[in-house]
């Protein structure tokens, strides 16, 4: 059974800094694709940041140059590193893992594992 567990998130003014982390347990499949979501309440989820198993990222425009996904050697934990935040940063966010073969887009069907979300605010 797949389990994905949000943590780091939290409260902090425009301008600093946040790292979340994502812990993975369960999921076994060599080739994937681990993303983070976030969503406000009446939006759509929306991607920010997505690795594969070769390492390669990709990001939201909205977020390039301030926002860096990575992941542990063992590959057991997510990681989003959150620089230069704005207050349109707010949102809940989301850990996510694709199914096999489903491919490393920043598009919320693709991805059929989830954490249940941490809060992050940032005020101006």
């Known amino acids: 059974q797949v389990q994905m567990v949000e943590s780091g998130g939290g409260s902090v003014q425009a301008g600093g800094s946040l790292r979340l982390s994502c812990t993975v347990s369960?999921?076994?499949?060599?080739?994937?694709?681990m993303g983070w979501f976030r969503q406000v309440p009446g939006k759509e989820r929306e991607g920010v940041a997505a690795?594969?198993?070769?390492?390669?990222?990709s990001y939201a425009d909205s977020v390039k140059g301030r926002f860096t996904i990575s992941q542990d050697n063992a590959k057991v934990t997510l990681y989003l590193q959150m620089n230069n935040l704005k207050p349109e940063d707010t949102a809940m966010y989301y850990c996510?893992?694709?199914?096999?073969?489903?491919?490393?887009?920043?598009?919320?069907?693709?991805?059929?594992?989830w954490g249940q979300g941490t809060q992050v605010t940032v005020s101006s």
């Open positions: 996510a893992a694709t199914r096999p073969g489903g491919y490393c887009y920043l598009v919320p069907a693709g991805y059929g594992y």
């Open positions: 369960g999921y076994t499949y060599s080739s994937y694709c």
């Open positions: 690795i594969d198993n070769d390492g390669i990222t």
